[in-house]
């Protein structure tokens, strides 16, 4: 499978997709036009915050599966565009945060002493005299966050260090979490505006924070604030940002990020970049820089790559365009994802009728945990088995839609025999049937029920499913015509419900059966059905 690079990550994650079997090409700061040209070609992207990753780019990439962004921040992906095609969007949020906060922390003290300036004066031997850069302590000084996540938590928690005051605008955030960091709140955003000495954003780009900081705004700020956006481009206003600083009332501002940003992949010689803010004494600027550390660099370039490879190969992977797993680990769940997509596979290896209702139903523990992404394991294995196309966790939902299957999740608490349990019923035009399954010591997982027959069977790469009048010697002849056709028995398991009737059994096999020795048991007096069944 073939991996576009735009931007630049970390060589060991370049490698590790090498590695692991990917043709990858290296395509840092490609024009846009350009990539539309060969995008057509390539089943996963990666890329930094310039590439857009847009409706345009998405139309032509008609073989794209993944979209993998090296780093947080998400806005030059069109994450709805993604979804709709079923590409999975993955990105390493929390890789670069410390590199982010430390630099946000860096541009104050830049701010506040004039640090870049008295170093460029020196530099070029232009008015290198002490009285001229005198600056202020950031000791005692009000600093007002924007933005209370990952990121602005840890700039708090950084700059109480320093002895300043430190409060916070961010109505997403619970009082509990503004209490536990010891950061006071600020109900409105202009309380935090007329307050504060620094004023430092670390918000995400949305429509609603889009120019948060305007002339209004900045006019209601302490006359002498002053501004660090280290977060996004186009939060902070930068026309009303200019005329605030040039005006005086804003002492200096610390900008890494602008609107819109220089191609930093360009050659110094082929930019045409300008913006008025550059031209201003008092505005410090870094290229985009926040996360640029050898620790985040490593940490992002790694990351992301094992993302796209996992999500590539058809792993469950934390993705964007995914339900969100608040508090469980993709670990914990894995067990419960294999066992629903195990359960999801079934249906249609067994059964033929047209499936036109899914009902999953979590019992036990699971009827306290997340389970929307187990749910779309259970869809994705019986969508894996019938389509043609390839079945992700972000697309089996609409695919299930698109094909008019309706999907319905219950849970209950109460159990009798295990103490978690998925049952997934398959309701056709005339009848219901189900399979559930158990996962118990944590990993181990089991069918528990083939529809109505009781079993307790771990699920094997290969298994056929038997269905028989329970009557003697035909467990003899299975393993007849098995052993002389060399296929070796790894495990077996019959049940009926009642003596006489109907039995099923499992089978597991050493590999794949062909159609020829499934005839040869579906010949034998009394078997009523062999179907081969992959896991
Ligand atoms: P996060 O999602 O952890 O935190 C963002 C916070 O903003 C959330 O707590 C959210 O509730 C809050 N928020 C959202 N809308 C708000 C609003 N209208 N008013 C106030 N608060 C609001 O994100 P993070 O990981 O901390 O990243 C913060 C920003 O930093 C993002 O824009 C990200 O893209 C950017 N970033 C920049 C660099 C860089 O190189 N300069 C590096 C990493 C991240
Ligand atoms: C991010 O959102 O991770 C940063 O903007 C850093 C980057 O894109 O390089």
Redesign the pocket.
């Known amino acids: 499978m073939k991996i576009i690079v735009t931007e630049r990550i970390a060589d060991e994650g370049i490698n590790y997709l090498k590695e692991n079997g990917f043709d990858v090409d290296i395509k840092f700061g490609i024009p846009h036009a350009e990539l539309l040209e060969i995008i057509e070609n390539y089943d996963a992207i990666i890329v930094r915050?310039v590439t857009k990753v847009n409706e345009e780019l998405l139309q032509r990439g008609k073989n794209l599966k993944v979209a993998g962004r090296a780093?947080?921040?998400i806005?030059n992906i069109d994450v709805n565009a993604c979804t709709k095609r079923g590409i999975i969007v993955v990105n390493t949020?929390e890789s670069?945060?410390m590199?982010?906060a430390e630099?946000a922390i860096g541009l104050a003290f830049c701010i506040f002493r004039n640090i870049p300036q008295a170093h460029w004066s020196g530099k070029h031997n232009k008015d290198y005299r002490r009285s001229k850069f005198n600056g202020n302590e950031l000791d005692e000084k009000t600093v007002g966050i924007?933005?209370?996540?990952?990121?602005?938590?840890i700039v708090a928690r950084k700059l109480q260090g320093c002895n300043m005051k430190v409060v916070a605008?961010?109505?997403?955030?619970t009082d509990e979490r503004f209490k536990k960091l010891g950061v006071e709140k600020c109900e409105t955003?202009e309380e935090l505006l007329r307050q504060s000495d620094l004023i430092t954003l670390?918000?995400?780009?949305?429509s609603?924070?889009y120019g948060?900081l305007g002339e209004k705004e900045l006019s209601m700020c302490k006359k002498g604030v002053r501004i660090v956006n280290?977060?996004?481009g186009g939060?902070v206003n930068e026309k009303a940002l200019y005329k605030a600083i040039v005006e005086g009332h804003v002492a200096g501002a610390g900008i890494?990020?602008l609107e819109p940003e220089p191609n930093y992949d360009k050659k110094p010689e082929e930019q045409d970049y300008t913006n008025p803010l550059l031209e201003l004494d008092n505005v410090i600027i870094t290229p985009?820089?926040?996360?640029?550390t050898a620790e985040a660099n490593y940490n992002v370039g790694t990351a992301v790559t094992k993302l796209v490879a996992d999500a590539l190969k058809g792993e469950m992977v934390a993705a964007v365009n995914m339900p969100a797993l608040k508090g469980t680990s993709l670990n914990e769940l894995r067990p419960y994802l294999d066992l629903a997509e195990t359960l999801g596979k079934i249906y249609y290896q067994a059964e033929k009728e047209t499936v036109q209702k899914i009902e999953i139903v979590y019992s036990g523990d699971l009827a306290e945990a997340e389970t929307g992404v187990i749910s779309l394991s259970v869809l994705k294995g019986f969508l894996d088995v019938i389509n043609k196309e390839k079945v992700n966790y972000v697309n089996a939902e609409l695919i299930a839609k698109s094909m008019g299957i309706e999907l319905v999740e219950s849970k209950s608490t109460h159990l009798d025999k295990y103490t978690n349990l998925i049952t997934v019923k398959f309701h056709t035009k005339t009848k219901e049937l189900h399979v559930s399954g158990t996962v118990f010591a944590k990993e181990e997982i089991r069918i528990v029920d083939f529809f109505g027959y009781k079993l307790d069977f771990e699920p094997t790469p290969y298994v056929i499913a038997i269905q028989n009048v329970d009557k003697p010697g035909i467990i003899g002849q299975i393993g007849t015509i098995l052993g002389a056709s060399d296929i070796n028995i790894a495990a077996m398991q019959w049940s009926r419900n009642r003596k006489g009737d109907k039995a099923v059994a499992f089978v597991s096999v050493d590999g794949e059966v062909s159609n020829e020795v499934l005839q040869l048991l579906k010949n034998i007096d009394g078997l009523l059905k062999a179907t081969m069944m992959k896991f």
């Open positions: 915050s780093g947080n921040g806005d949020p670069n945060i590199a982010a630099l924007i933005g209370l996540g990952r990121i602005g938590s605008y961010d109505p997403y955030i955003l670390h918000t995400p780009k949305t609603e924070t948060m280290a977060a996004r939060l890494d990020v985009h820089l926040g996360a640029s």
